[in-house]
Each structure stands twice: as C-alpha cells, then as structure tokens.
C-alpha cells in the first residue's frame, strides 16, 4: 500500500502491461514513448543490486522487499500507513484483523 505521492516514486518495467487499463507503462497512459528504449532511459528507477540498500520495518524490524520503503507490506496493511512514508490512507477501526 503507497500513497498516491509515492506512487510516482515505485519503478517501472521495461515491458508493456498486457492490461491497459490502469497500467503505468503503456503508451496510451503516457507512461511510455513508441520507440524508447527502457534500459538507457530509466537510469534512476533501475534497480541495481550492488548499491541499493534494503531497509529494516521500522515496526517488526524484517528486511523491506521494496528500496525506499520504511515500512514492509504486512505492517503498512495491519496499521494502514503507507509503506514509503507512513501517512495514514485506510481506517482500521472497525477491520478485524489478526495479530500475526
């Protein structure tokens, strides 16, 4: 769970989504240019393993799967935050949820 601030920060695939509709990559969105080639252009949102540095939960202290995060995807969930910056999008007052 991302906030739509933080949306514009997750990376995108070098190949186009088959499901147009709300896709991030396809032409029709603007997400993509005919002809770009992804692999010289996305320097930035490229993953690269040597130098990103996954983060610790700043909750439950395990190894966030995604760089940039603070927070991993089950405690950004339960509590209802963002898992990038931590603002609150969802009320979880009345959701019944478990502990684990």
Not at 11 to 18: A, E, F, N, S, Y
Not at 28 to 39: H, M, P, Q, T, Y
Not at 43 to 62: G, L, V
Request: aromatic share 8%; net charge positive.
């Amino acid at each position: 769970m991302v906030c739509e601030k933080c949306e514009k920060k997750l990376g995108r695939v070098i190949t186009p989504d088959p499901w147009k509709t709300g896709a991030r990559n396809t032409v029709e969105s603007g997400g993509r240019k005919v002809g770009e080639n992804k692999a010289l252009t996305a320097k930035k949102a490229r993953f690269n393993p040597y130098t990103a540095k996954f983060d610790e939960c700043k909750i439950c202290r395990m190894k966030v799967h995604q760089v940039g995060s603070h927070y991993c995807q089950a405690c950004a969930y339960k509590k209802g935050i963002c898992a990038m910056c931590g603002k609150k999008i969802l009320d979880t007052k009345n959701y019944r949820q478990s502990s684990t």
